[in-house]
């Protein structure tokens, strides 16, 4: 577990006591707060920046979309980067596939593969897809893509229809694949100073290796592989 | 009166073409332009065109008396904003063109092997982008402060600037700094294998100050940072550590932000891998459960060679590296020569830092430079007799914690080496009998 270098106070730890002891203890009522800067806000301006959605539900939006719908806009929007099958084009991402990868010398983390909850797929769509024009699709063309690229991946059958009721109950393969607490430190190296070990053998050197850019002169665009 | 002026001027010309056949290209092409000899110019620049390798081989040395010792240079404003010497424009941040599909999502590093103390200069500081840079305005930008709070506000950049400042140095580091090399050595250059950290002072106002002017209801436990970008980039953070160090940064190195580090402003999460930092900064929620965002779930999360990951991975463990030599820093001579490195901890201040040049056998202890502070780079040095010989020179952290840094093995025995983040370990660059160095890795 990662421990804190402070115990969690709510108030400022590190103010000056002339400040903190000045400060009046606020309570829910308080219309401002102790300095009173800047705009209250209102329901309607959180609501229109507020898009981020949990893997329970919370930040999903009415509307809904079918696989079928979904694959239409899959095709217009999204395939010429990720490839029709989300294969993935050139080095943009693929979108699915790899199931089983994850312990194989090369693993394929891909939304079927790797991603636990089907929650991000639509923050993340939304949010930042198509790439070169984010935020632009309406929030039933966000369920449908969604809806495809689950359904690309297995996870969902081809008349499933995504909406806020169904997309927090589907199961990622790979839900279970995560440990969320940190177990580091896992390597503890010693402090030794002297004869610390018996031979020094190199076993790797990028000598020759051509891979690294120029670090003088203009930018090298020429190493591209 | 008018012929003796123009006299003057092809005699001044005379005299520029004379000096300038000694100076290096740049600064004769900036020499001739310095506006002294205007008349002559035409001239002077058709005739340069075939002296120019006999200019790169003359001095300025003793006895010479130089130019710029006898001429006037440009005047005060000349660059109102001021710029390096055109002799260091090799020193820019530079990018490994087949690492990423496009430029707008994208790291460029910065050129360690050039810098000197511990603050990175802002033009220079790593840049890690998810859909570009934004232009933002600042009189159109606004940080919402929402969620479960008593008080949602919308502040303003000159409403932020209102409320009670702090000034802290901190480094920032991306987790995938030198995710290149866990299968093997790759790349040969310090810029490209440790150019994803970088250290300023940041000022701006403690999260904490913010939160508690907003009133955090009882059930808040984390908190949702979002950019302005076009990625509108998400993390989520636990309220522990937003209560305790964090600050939203307007300022780096004394002037505002740079673009690239978030301009108008941007959260500074003092020794967390560099994502959750976020840019752009436009949003804060707090919610009672992490909101498991692609960049705290595909992203920044590390795989296990059993198959299983580990997210919430967010401290930057300790590590160091060895600056000067590095490949881009040969060994000049045999002799005495003083090995230099950086060191960094998001646990707190670096304790100690060793050095060997045996490939590990044996240990030194490096000298520490002032000053020494937590969650900030901190370098080191030690004075070393090289003699010539083949050599393998590595440096080894100690953080106030106690943890020493591992070695390459030891991490590819617990993380395997698909984890791509967090490779932390000690750095190996091997010393050739003509100084040369290269990155290596040791079995």
Known sequence: MFSFHKTPRLLASTCCGVILASVPILGAAEQTGYYGYGEPATDEQIAAWDIDVRPDGMGLPEGSGSVDEGMAVFETHCASCHGAFGEGMGRYPKLAGGDGSLTEDRPEKTVGSYWPYASTLWDYIHRAMPFFAPQSLTDDQVYAVTAYVLNLNYIVEADFVANKETLPQVEMPNHDGFIWEDPRPVVNNERCMENCKEEVTVSESAAGKNLTPSTTGPLDEGITE | ???????????????????????????????????????????????????????????????????????????????????????????????????????????????????????????????????????????????????????????????????????????????????????????????????????????????????????????????????????????????????????????????????????????????????????????????????????????????????????????????????????????????????????????????????????????????????????????????????????LLQSRVIDETGYVQPTLAQLKQARGTNSIYHKNAIQTWKVNGDGSVVNVQLS
């Not at chain 2, 005739?47 to 710029?68: D, M, N, R, V, Y």
């Not at chain 2, 790759?186 to 999260?207: D, I, K, P, Y």
């Not at chain 2, 040095?381 to 010539?388: A, F, P, R, T």
């Open chain 2, 1 to 391: 009166m008018l012929g003796k002026l123009r006299r003057l001027n092809q005699d001044a010309s005379k005299i520029a073409l004379e000096e300038s056949e000694r100076l290096p290209s740049e600064e004769r092409r900036r020499f001739l332009r310095s506006g002294l000899f205007t008349a002559g110019g035409a001239m002077v620049g058709g005739a340069l065109a075939g002296i120019a390798p006999k200019a790169l081989a003359s001095t300025q040395f003793p006895p010479e008396i130089p130019p710029w010792t006898r001429t006037l240079g440009p005047g005060v404003v000349t660059d109102p904003y001021g710029v390096p010497s055109p002799f260091e424009k090799d020193v820019i941040r530079r990018n490994v063109p087949w690492l990423t599909a496009d430029k707008v999502s994208s790291i460029s590093f910065t050129p360690l092997q050039h810098l000197k103390g511990i603050i990175t200069p802002n033009g220079l500081f790593f840049e890690r982008h998810h859909a570009g840079r934004p232009e933002i305005d600042p009189q159109q930008h606004r940080l919402m402060i929402h969620g479960l709070v008593d008080r949602p506000i919308i502040l303003s950049m000159e409403d932020l600037q209102r409320f009670p400042s702090v000034s802290q140095i901190n480094f920032i580091e991306c987790p995938a700094n030198g995710g290149m090399e866990w299968r093997g050595a790759q790349l040969n250059s310090l810029q490209f294998l440790h150019g994803m950290v970088s250290c300023a002072e940041w000022t701006g106002v403690r999260l904490s100050t913010l939160l508690q002017e907003v009133g955090i209801k009882p059930e808040g436990k984390w908190l949702l940072a979002e950019g302005a970008d076009g990625a509108a980039m998400t993390r989520s953070i636990p309220l522990e550590k937003a209560l305790d160090d964090v600050i939203v940064a307007y300022a780096q190195n004394g002037e505002a932000l740079r673009r690239e580090q978030g301009y108008p402003i941007r959260l500074v999460v003092p020794g967390w891998e560099g994502n959750t930092h976020v840019k752009w900064l436009r949003r804060l929620e707090v919610g009672d459960k992490p909101w498991m965002q692609r960049e705290e779930t595909s992203k920044y999360t590390d795989l296990m060679p059993d198959g299983t990951a580990h997210g919430f991975t967010w401290v930057m463990e300790a590590k160091s590296v060895i600056t000067s030599p590095c490949p881009e820093m040969p060994l000049k001579s045999k002799g005495v020569c003083q090995i230099e490195g950086l060191a960094w901890s998001g646990r707190g201040k670096v304790k100690a830092v060793d050095v060997s040049v045996d490939g590990g056998q044996n240990w030194q202890q490096a000298q520490l430079r002032e000053p020494v502070m937590s969650k900030s780079l901190t370098r080191f040095s030690l004075e070393w007799k090289w003699d010539g010989n083949p050599a």
